[in-house]
């Protein structure tokens, strides 16, 4: 098929417009992006899991005031077997606030 | 933008044909949601594979919101031949994470697509956009307090429903084989249709994610592990949260015992008896995973002795093997079957078996409690501590569920491992009449000889398991085309006539599980 072709068969207004939509009254308001409403938030539901004290995967950080700059290269870039987080998942806002947050927690004695 | 700026371009495209392309992106998207910056890329490009990000590096990425814009992402990228990389949430950490199987496709990242669109508490399914996480639809199913429970794979916090369901990835719960649970999907297709289907296509239906066949060929599967379309919405069943929900392990000292126990469990599983995904982890995974470290025990390099491997279970009370089942329903039918269970086990004349009153809050069996009972947790990722360095690729070769079949297995991935200087990391899970055998390759991807080694181990691994009739579910980025081949020329042959029906500016994702219409020649 060429792609003329493909431009023949392109009809994507009149099929979205046809489709039945009905579930759309359920629907659930969603994360706005990679906007996270607090620190706290981001923290429980996705750094925690690997960093909290009880957990013991990863490094330590509450109460290690670690500069949102650091905190960010590290988000951004992922670490070892850390993964790595685009601005669609944590976006640069949200970074700083679970940076804040944890910066605001008492700092934790033992390292995993 | 400066050529400069874009170091890596798509396979066979010009830096003035790109620049079209992603002016034509920035057009329908918006400036923000068009990433063609290094820096903006660099959460695209982290892989844990034997390979340099750079080979698996995006030209760019797109971030979209609606299925219209996944729609004229495609028309554009059929204009400017631009090959694009679809990810959900991009968390298939050890199988490729969000990086695209070639250097310089376009991530098209639909994280931002993130509603819950239907959760039906009566008929127990749901109906969700490509960014909806297990962790979002757990808070939600709580927050609402819904009688159902999920079954997600261990990085299940973070990790998207639809992304594991088309990888055919697996859980842990008695819907623990995901792609069986699943019911009705919506498909933007190259050409910009937007195909559901079973029961999707018929104008005023409910039994979308009621019924799955519909009516003539039933075509979700082709999907999966596949290119031929970016599906924007998924239906999957969910399970009626049990009111009694029973987990135990079973600690078995010794490496040879996984005959047995593979012979024992075999019959429970048909039978329904035990109903979940049942997990036998051997002691390096157990060990992992309740953040037991390897520096602790040696900083020799190579693989761990198994005089180190027998210290360990001395040390912790873990097995060789241990297996973690559990039992779910009413009290009466959890006692009815506990006592078939126990005594069976019994009967085996070996195995510790340990309940959830024994264990208490003991890591590993607390998290594994938690998968099977459909709570977000990531503490299985306590494994990539093992080593250390970040390196992980899973080699997942799918065995009969035959107590002989598992230990034959187990025996020719180890001996494979040690070779490289690299240790055993196994579990096998699901059943009932197969074993996934899903092995970690753990390595120090820091380290670029061991590095080296890893790369060299997982070759050798597929081909020696492939000699014994043997192959693997899944695959990481790197090696999709060589898996493809273990399969065959006249699946590959179906696989691009499709390609070449459904997708002839070969856009999607070219190489995903081997399917390329640029490299694949047989015509």
């Given at each position: 098929m060429t792609s003329s072709r493909c431009k023949a068969t392109w009809k994507w207004p009149l099929l979205a417009a046809s489709l039945?939509?009905?579930?759309?009254?359920?629907?659930?308001?969603?994360?706005?992006?990679?906007?996270?409403?607090?620190?706290?938030?981001?923290?429980?539901?996705?750094?925690?899991?690997?960093?909290?004290?009880?957990?013991?995967?990863?490094?330590?950080?509450?109460?290690?005031?670690?500069?949102?700059?650091?905190?960010?290269?590290?988000?951004?870039?992922?670490?070892?077997?850390?993964?790595?987080?685009?601005?669609?998942?944590?976006?640069?806002?949200?970074?700083?606030?679970?940076?804040?947050?944890?910066?605001?927690?008492?700092?934790?004695?033992?390292?995993? | 933008m400066a050529q400069q700026n874009?170091?890596?371009?798509?396979?066979?495209?010009?830096?003035?044909?790109?620049?079209?392309?992603?002016?034509?992106?920035?057009?329908?998207?918006?400036?923000?949601?068009?990433?063609?910056?290094?820096?903006?890329?660099?959460?695209?490009?982290?892989?844990?594979?034997?390979?340099?990000?750079?080979?698996?590096?995006?030209?760019?990425?797109?971030?979209?919101?609606?299925?219209?814009?996944?729609?004229?992402?495609?028309?554009?990228?059929?204009?400017?031949?631009?090959?694009?990389?679809?990810?959900?949430?991009?968390?298939?950490?050890?199988?490729?994470?969000?990086?695209?199987?070639?250097?310089?496709?376009?991530?098209?990242?639909?994280?931002?697509?993130?509603?819950?669109?239907?959760?039906?508490?009566?008929?127990?399914?749901?109906?969700?956009?490509?960014?909806?996480?297990?962790?979002?639809?757990?808070?939600?199913?709580?927050?609402?307090?819904?009688?159902?429970?999920?079954?997600?794979?261990?990085?299940?916090?973070?990790?998207?429903?639809?992304?594991?369901?088309?990888?055919?990835?697996?859980?842990?719960?008695?819907?623990?084989?995901?792609?069986?649970?699943?019911?009705?999907?919506?498909?933007?297709?190259?050409?910009?249709?937007?195909?559901?289907?079973?029961?999707?296509?018929?104008?005023?239906?409910?039994?979308?994610?009621?019924?799955?066949?519909?009516?003539?060929?039933?075509l979700d599967g082709m999907f999966t592990q596949a290119n031929y379309g970016i599906v924007t919405k998924i239906g999957f069943w969910l399970m009626p949260k049990p009111p009694v929900f029973k987990p135990f392990e079973v600690i078995f000292e010794n490496e040879e015992d996984i005959v047995d126990i593979v012979e024992m469990l075999r019959p429970l599983r048909i039978s329904g008896t035990i109903p979940n995904s049942v997990v036998i982890a051997n002691v390096l995974w157990e060990a992992g995973s309740a953040n037991v470290r390897r520096q602790t025990y040696t900083t020799e390099s190579g693989h761990t002795p198994d005089e180190i491997l027998k210290k360990i279970q001395r040390d912790t009370g873990m097995g060789a093997w241990n297996l973690y089942a559990a039992l779910y329903g009413t009290q009466e039918q959890v006692d009815a079957d506990w006592k078939i269970v126990s005594e069976a086990f019994k009967r085996l004349g070996k195995g510790r078996i340990v309940t959830q009153e024994e264990a208490g809050d003991k890591q590993p069996f607390k998290y594994r409690a938690q998968l099977m009972s459909g709570v977000p947790n990531l503490q299985e990722f306590g494994l990539y501590n093992w080593r250390g360095g970040g390196g992980s690729m899973w080699f997942a070769p799918v065995s009969e569920a035959r107590g002989s079949e598992c230990e034959k297995q187990a025996r020719l991935a180890k001996r494979i491992l040690h070779k490289h200087g690299l240790d055993y990391v196994a579990e096998f899970i699901v059943g009932p009449r197969d074993m996934h055998h899903v092995v970690d390759v753990l390595f120090d991807r820091t380290n670029p000889e061991e590095t080296a080694r890893a790369d060299a181990c997982f070759n050798e691994l597929l081909d020696e398991f492939e000699k014994e009739g043997y192959a693997v579910y899944r695959v990481n980025t790197r090696f999709q085309e060589r898996v493809a081949r273990s399969y065959g020329t006249v699946k590959r042959d179906v696989e691009h006539a499709i390609k070449r029906a459904l997708d002839p500016n070969n856009i999607l994702a070219p190489g995903r599980s081997g399917i390329d219409l640029h490299t694949y020649n047989k015509v």
């Open positions: 039945p939509l009905s579930f759309c009254a359920s629907v659930v308001q969603a994360q706005e992006g990679g906007r996270w409403s607090s620190g706290a938030l981001l923290y429980e539901k996705v750094c925690g899991h690997c960093h909290k004290p009880e957990v013991g995967v990863g490094t330590l950080l509450e109460g290690r005031e670690l500069p949102p700059e650091y905190v960010t290269y590290i988000v951004r870039n992922g670490l070892n077997a850390m993964p790595a987080f685009p601005a669609s998942f944590i976006d640069d806002e949200s970074i700083r606030l679970v940076a804040e947050y944890l910066a605001s927690l008492q700092t934790q004695a033992i390292q995993p | 874009n170091p890596v371009l798509p396979r066979g495209v010009t830096q003035a044909t790109f620049e079209k392309a992603l002016e034509a992106f920035r057009a329908l998207l918006g400036e923000e949601n068009v990433l063609a910056q290094p820096s903006q890329l660099t959460p695209y490009s982290k892989v844990m594979m034997s390979v340099e990000n750079d080979a698996h590096a995006p030209s760019a990425a797109l971030t979209v919101s609606s299925v219209e814009q996944v729609q004229g992402v495609v028309r554009i990228c059929n204009e400017h031949k631009i090959p694009i990389w679809p990810i959900s949430t991009g968390r298939n950490f050890g199988y490729g994470s969000a990086a695209p199987v070639q250097r310089g496709q376009v991530i098209l990242d639909l994280k931002k697509m993130n509603r819950i669109l239907k959760v039906d508490p009566d008929m127990c399914y749901a109906l969700v956009e490509p960014g909806v996480t297990y962790q979002q639809l757990y808070d939600y199913i709580e927050e609402n307090n819904l009688p159902l429970m999920l079954s997600f794979p261990a990085p299940s916090a973070i990790a998207s429903p639809l992304g594991n369901i088309m990888d055919r990835g697996v859980g842990y719960t008695p819907y623990g084989e995901h792609f069986m649970m699943q019911c009705g999907m919506e498909v933007v297709l190259a050409n910009g249709d937007i195909y559901r289907t079973g029961m999707g296509g018929v104008k005023g239906s409910n039994t979308w994610q009621i019924f799955k066949w519909g009516f003539g060929p039933t």
